[in-house]
C-alpha cells in the first residue's frame, strides 16, 4: 500500500532530481507537474538477482530513488525473481542463458541488505514478480505481444547487430519487455526508472499500462557508469 508521507514539492530540490544525473526524461513536463502537484507518486524500479551482488552500475538509480524517497515519494521495489529466468536481453550482444528458479533464489538472499545502504527500507514497498508473472496464461501473454511488432524488437541495437551477424536471436528474449511492461501494470507505476540500456523495456510500460486502460508512465533513465573496459556498466 502507499504509505502516508508529506511531499516536498520545492522546485528547486525538484529541478535537481530531475537534472543531477538523468539521461533523459519521458515525458519530463509531466512528471514535473505531478512533482509539484503534492501527490504520493509511486516510483517503480525493478532488479533481475542474475548474480549474488547488486551491480555497482545500479548505485546511481538506487540514489536516485533515494532522492524520490527524501521527498517523501513511494518507492516499488520489483525482485525480478521471474524475469531473471528468462533473462533481459538489453545492451546484450549475445543471448543470456536462462537461469533455474534456485539459482535465483540463492543470488537476492543478501540483496535487501546491499539495498538499505542507500535506501530507507522502512519505506520501501517490495514485490516479486513471479508472483503475477507465473500466472499468466498464452491467451493473455498473446495479446500483450499484439502490442508490439517482429520489426519493433529487431530495430534494437543488440538485435539488430546479432541478426545482422546470423547470431540466434531467442522468441523467449523478445518477451521480457512485455513481462517488465506488466509489472508497472500490477504495481500502478507513476514513474519507472532505469538505466538507458533500459529505454525500450521502460517504454514497453506505457504500452501496456495504456493496452488496460491505465495512465501511462512517466520514465527516467540514469547516466551510466563505464567500466574499465569502457563499456557501459548495466543496471
Same mark, same amino acid.
Not at 537534472?19 to 515525458?27: K, N, Q
Not at 519530463?28 to 552500475?57: M, N, V, Y
Not at 531473471?84 to 543471448?95: M, Q, R
Not at 486502460?213 to 556498466?233: F, Y
Given at each position: 500500500?502507499?504509505?502516508?508521507?508529506?511531499?516536498?514539492?520545492?522546485?528547486?530540490?525538484?529541478?535537481?532530481?530531475?537534472?543531477?544525473?538523468?539521461?533523459?526524461?519521458?515525458?519530463?513536463?509531466?512528471?514535473?507537474?505531478?512533482?509539484?502537484?503534492?501527490?504520493?507518486?509511486?516510483?517503480?524500479?525493478?532488479?533481475?538477482?542474475?548474480?549474488?551482488?547488486?551491480?555497482?552500475?545500479?548505485?546511481?538509480?538506487?540514489?536516485?530513488?533515494?532522492?524520490?524517497?527524501?521527498?517523501?515519494?513511494?518507492?516499488?521495489?520489483?525482485?525480478?525473481?521471474?524475469?531473471?529466468?528468462?533473462?533481459?536481453? $538489453? =545492451?546484450? @550482444? !549475445? /543471448?543470456?542463458?536462462?537461469?533455474?528458479?534456485? #539459482?535465483?533464489? *540463492?543470488? %537476492?538472499?543478501?540483496?535487501?541488505?546491499?539495498?538499505?545502504?542507500?535506501?530507507?527500507?522502512?519505506?520501501?514497498?517490495?514485490?516479486?514478480? $513471479? =508472483?503475477? @508473472? !507465473? /500466472?499468466?496464461?498464452?491467451?493473455?501473454?498473446? #495479446?500483450?505481444? *499484439?502490442? %508490439?511488432?517482429?520489426?519493433?524488437?529487431?530495430?534494437?541495437?543488440?538485435?539488430?547487430?546479432?541478426?545482422?551477424?546470423?547470431?540466434?536471436? $531467442?522468441?523467449?528474449?523478445?518477451?521480457?519487455?512485455?513481462?517488465?511492461?506488466?509489472?508497472?501494470?500490477?504495481?500502478?507505476?507513476?514513474?519507472?526508472?532505469?538505466?538507458?540500456?533500459?529505454?525500450?523495456?521502460?517504454?514497453?510500460?506505457?504500452?501496456?499500462?495504456?493496452?488496460?486502460?491505465?495512465?501511462?508512465?512517466?520514465?527516467?533513465?540514469?547516466?551510466?557508469?563505464?567500466?574499465?573496459?569502457?563499456?557501459?556498466?548495466?543496471?
Amino acid at each position: 500500500m502507499t504509505t502516508k508521507a508529506s511531499i516536498n514539492t520545492d522546485r528547486e530540490k525538484i529541478s535537481d532530481l530531475l537534472e543531477r544525473g538523468t539521461e533523459d526524461i519521458f515525458i519530463k513536463d509531466h512528471l514535473f507537474e505531478a512533482l509539484i502537484s503534492g501527490r504520493q507518486l509511486r516510483i517503480k524500479f525493478g532488479i533481475d538477482p542474475t548474480g549474488p551482488k547488486i551491480h555497482l552500475g545500479r548505485a546511481t538509480v538506487l540514489r536516485k530513488l533515494k532522492a524520490f524517497q527524501d521527498l517523501g515519494h513511494h518507492i516499488v521495489l520489483i525482485i525480478g525473481d521471474f524475469t531473471a529466468t528468462i533473462g533481459d536481453a $538489453s =545492451d546484450k @550482444l !549475445e /543471448k543470456r542463458p536462462m537461469l533455474t528458479r534456485e #539459482e535465483v533464489k *540463492e543470488n %537476492f538472499k543478501d540483496y535487501e541488505n546491499q539495498i538499505g545502504k542507500i535506501l530507507d527500507l522502512s519505506k520501501v514497498e517490495y514485490a516479486y514478480n $513471479s =508472483d503475477w @508473472l !507465473e /500466472k499468466i496464461g498464452f491467451r493473455e501473454l498473446s #495479446e500483450l505481444a *499484439e502490442c %508490439f511488432s517482429v520489426q519493433q524488437m529487431l530495430a534494437r541495437r543488440n538485435f539488430s547487430e546479432r541478426y545482422e551477424k546470423g547470431d540466434e536471436i $531467442s522468441v523467449r528474449e523478445f518477451n521480457y519487455p512485455l513481462m517488465q511492461g506488466y509489472d508497472s501494470v500490477v504495481v500502478k507505476a507513476d514513474v519507472e526508472i532505469g538505466g538507458f540500456d533500459q529505454l525500450f523495456n521502460l517504454k514497453a510500460g506505457r504500452v501496456i499500462q495504456k493496452h488496460y486502460g491505465m495512465p501511462e508512465q512517466d520514465i527516467m533513465t540514469c547516466t551510466m557508469l563505464e567500466g574499465t573496459d569502457g563499456r557501459k556498466m548495466s543496471t
